[in-house]
């Protein structure tokens, strides 16, 4: 008890309210005004009476077949407790970019990761031009192994994208005759080096596809993520 300082508030729990195990911390909160909330089921309790704040439980039987283990009690108690915790969340305004600081590993850590911590950059990025002739932009995607290839304007910005789906789509045509223009799937799905792990691997679930350029402001391509960055990371 010489661990809780004025600045603290006690959050106690008891079904009856009568706990013998509370008396001492009651009468420590009340000595010290410390702020004191009671979550149980006993209205008229000591407990209750003595606390600034009650939260009261509904008298549900137990589950237990002899009316005597916790386990109703115990599951509503956990759950206002869970109540509580988002709204205290909600209350401080407590992020996501927050929460990865207490959960830096597993895979809670790598989905609140950014697209910018795993994504491939440079010359990593499979790139051709607009006009390019399609077996240039094969032999580019089969050297970076993304199964895909970015089509980019004059201007830098990202046209399109070539995919192994699309080269299986166009085999009955003359490859040698066509540029990427022809078979490129325009308007690929795209994120932002600032978006989530989480967001980008939902988006690539979505859509069934195994890969996402990663484009700037301006549509410019930075970057390429694949699902086995995912899968390395742990986030898939």
Known sequence: MGMIAQKDAVVALSWSGESSELT?????????AIPLIAITAGRQSSLALAADVVLSLPK??????LGLAPTTSTTMQLAIGDALAIALLEVRGFSAVDFKVYHPGGKLGALLS????????????????????LPEAIMELSKRRFGCVGV??????LAGI?????????????MS?????????????????SMMVSGALALIHK??????????????????????????????
Do not use: W
């Open 177 to 193: 005759a066509l540029t990427v223009d022809s078979v490129m799937t325009a308007g690929p799905k795209t994120v932002k080096q």
């Open 114 to 133: 950014h697209v910018a911590d795993i994504m491939h950059v440079g010359e990593e990025i499979p790139l051709v031009r607009s006009g390019t002739p």
């Open 24 to 32: 001492a911390l009651v009468a420590y909160t009340r000595r010290f």
């Open 60 to 65: 549900a039987e137990e589950a237990c077949p």
């Open 162 to 174: 070539v995919t192994d789906g699309d080269l299986a789509r166009n085999l009955a045509r003359d």
């Open 207 to 236: 859509h069934n596809i195994s890969a996402l350029m990663v484009v700037d402001d301006d549509g410019r391509p930075v970057g390429i993520v694949h699902f086995h960055d995912f899968l390395r990371i742990g986030a898939a």
């Open 152 to 157: 980019v304007s004059d201007d830098g910005r």
